[in-house]
C-alpha cells in the first residue's frame, strides 16, 4: 500500500497519503486525497448534525475522510456506508474507522451501480453524497433517487471553469444552461448547478429545496433536501429562470423568461439560464450548522456558514461597485460606504458571500447607481451627471 500519514482533522484521525500533504497538486493514484477541501468536510459534518438523519452514504469515499469524520464527531450515531470501485481506498477508510473505534459499511461498487440498488424505499439514505472529480451530473439521478423523502443530497462541483462561463459550450450540453462569466458568476454557476439537479431529479417526480450552498477555492458545493411526488416537483420546476446582466450600464434582473434588451438602457443582453431562481439556503438549517460549527471549533466551516446568513432575502444577483462607477463615470469609490449608504436609506444590503466582491441588496439598480454616485459626490470625485450612460 502506498505510503500513509496519520493526521488529525476535526476531532477525527484519519490515514491519508503522504503525497498528498507535500505537494501543490495531490495525486490522484492509487488513491486521492485533498487536504484543501477540508472546509468542505467541516461543513459537511455540521450539517449531517444539523438534519439529524440516521444513515449516511458517502458513494464515491476514496479514502472515506468525509465519511469517517461524519461516524465519528456527530452527537448521536449514524449509519454511515462508504463506496467506491477502488478497493485500496476502501482499505485505507477501514484503517481510519477502526482507528477511531468505528463501525461502517464498506461497498467495492462503482457509485451508480450502487446508489440505482438502492431505489427501494425501504432501503433510501437520509444523506448521500456525491463529490466527484469535474462534474456531479452523471450521479444526480442516483443520488436523488437513493436518498428518502426528506433526505439530504450534496453535491460537489469541480467543472468550475464550465459553470462560470469560460466553457459556454461545455456548459450547455453538461447543464442544458447558458453561463455568464461576469461579476457574480460563482452565485449563477451554483444556480446553473441547482436547477440541474432540479431538472433531473423532476423525471422521477421528485422536487429539491436548497438548503445550503457555497463557492471556495476551486469548487462549488450545494445541499438540498428531497421532496418526494409529482406536486413537489412541479412546485420546485416553478423556481426556474433567468438572470440577466448587462454588459452596457450594469443593469440586471431575474425573470421566468430570457430577456433580450436591457431595462435600464435599451442594448441588447443575453441571459444565463435556465437556472434556480429561488432561494439557496433554509435559514434555520444554516443557523443550527453554524452553531454546530462554532461548537466544535470548525473554524473554515464556520466562516463559509456565517456568510450566508440572511442571502435568503435578495435576487440571485448582486452588484458590483467597481462596474457601477464605470457605467457612470465616476472614480471607484468603497463598497463598504456604498453598502452603508444604501443602509441608512432603509434598503436590506449584505456582502456577496459567493465572490471575492460585491454586494447584495433588494434596492433597484437605480437606487444602487444613485448611491454610488452619492458616495462620490460627497468624497467631491463625481465627474459626470448622475445616471450618466456610456454611449
Known amino acids: 500500500m502506498s505510503s500513509l500519514r496519520r493526521i488529525v482533522e476535526g476531532r477525527t484521525t484519519l490515514f491519508v497519503p503522504a503525497a498528498s500533504l507535500t505537494r501543490s497538486e495531490p495525486p490522484t493514484t492509487p488513491f486521492f486525497f485533498n487536504p484543501a477541501a477540508s472546509v468542505n468536510r467541516d461543513i459537511s459534518v455540521a450539517i449531517s448534525e444539523a438534519v439529524r438523519g440516521v444513515t449516511f452514504c458517502d458513494s464515491l469515499a476514496g479514502v472515506g475522510a468525509r465519511g469517517v469524520r461524519v461516524a465519528n464527531e456527530l452527537s448521536r450515531r449514524m449509519d454511515v456506508t462508504m463506496v467506491d470501485f477502488n478497493s485500496s481506498a476502501l482499505r485505507v477508510a477501514q ?12 461497498v467495492k461498487s462503482e457509485a451508480n451501480t450502487f446508489l440505482f ?11 448521500v453524497e456525491i463529490d466527484p472529480f469535474g ?17 439530504v443530497v450534496s453535491l460537489t462541483s469541480t467543472d468550475t471553469a464550465v459553470l462560470c462561463g469560460v466553457y459556454p459550450e461545455v456548459c450547455g450540453r453538461r447543464y442544458s444552461s447558458l453561463p455568464l462569466k461576469n461579476e457574480f458568476k460563482h452565485e449563477t454557476a451554483l444556480r446553473i448547478l441547482l ?17 445550503a450552498a457555497h463557492s471556495t ?14 406536486a413537489q416537483a412541479d412546485r420546485s420546476r416553478a423556481q426556474e429562470g433567468f438572470i440577466s446582466s448587462c454588459e452596457r450600464c450594469g443593469e440586471r434582473g431575474a425573470s421566468s423568461l430570457p430577456m433580450v434588451k436591457c431595462d435600464g438602457c435599451g442594448a441588447g443582453i443575453l441571459s444565463a439560464g435556465p437556472l434556480w431562481i429561488g432561494p439557496l439556503t433554509d ?12 461548537r466544535c471549533n470548525l473554524g473554515g466551516g464556520a466562516k463559509a456558514l456565517d456568510a450566508l446568513l440572511g442571502v435568503e432575502y435578495f435576487p440571485p444577483f448582486s452588484y458590483s461597485v467597481e462596474r ?12 463598504s460606504q456604498v453598502m452603508g449608504r444604501l443602509a441608512s436609506n432603509g434598503y436590506r ?43
Open 95 to 106: 484503517r481510519s474507522a477502526r482507528a477511531n473505534s468505528l463501525r461502517c459499511d464498506f
Open 117 to 127: 440498488s438502492r431505489f427501494r424505499r425501504d432501503s433510501k439514505f437520509d444523506f
Open 135 to 151: 462534474t456531479p451530473v452523471p450521479y444526480i439521478q442516483g443520488a436523488f433517487g437513493a436518498a428518502a423523502d426528506g433526505g
Open 195 to 211: 436547477n440541474a439537479c432540479r431538472r433531473i431529479a423532476g423525471m422521477n417526480d421528485i422536487g429539491i429545496e436548497p438548503i
Open 217 to 230: 477555492r476551486h469548487y462549488l458545493r450545494v445541499y438540498a433536501r428531497v421532496r418526494a411526488g409529482a
Open 283 to 294: 435559514p434555520r438549517v444554516v443557523s443550527a450548522a453554524l452553531n454546530v460549527s462554532r
Open 324 to 335: 457601477i462607477s464605470s457605467a457612470l463615470r465616476v472614480p471607484g469609490v468603497s463598497q
Open 349 to 391: 444590503v449584505m456582502k456577496q458571500p459567493f465572490e471575492k466582491t460585491g454586494f447584495k441588496t433588494e434596492a433597484t439598480y437605480g437606487a444602487v447607481a444613485e448611491a454610488v454616485s452619492a458616495v462620490s459626490r460627497d468624497a467631491g470625485l463625481e465627474k459626470a451627471p448622475l445616471h450618466a450612460r456610456p454611449t
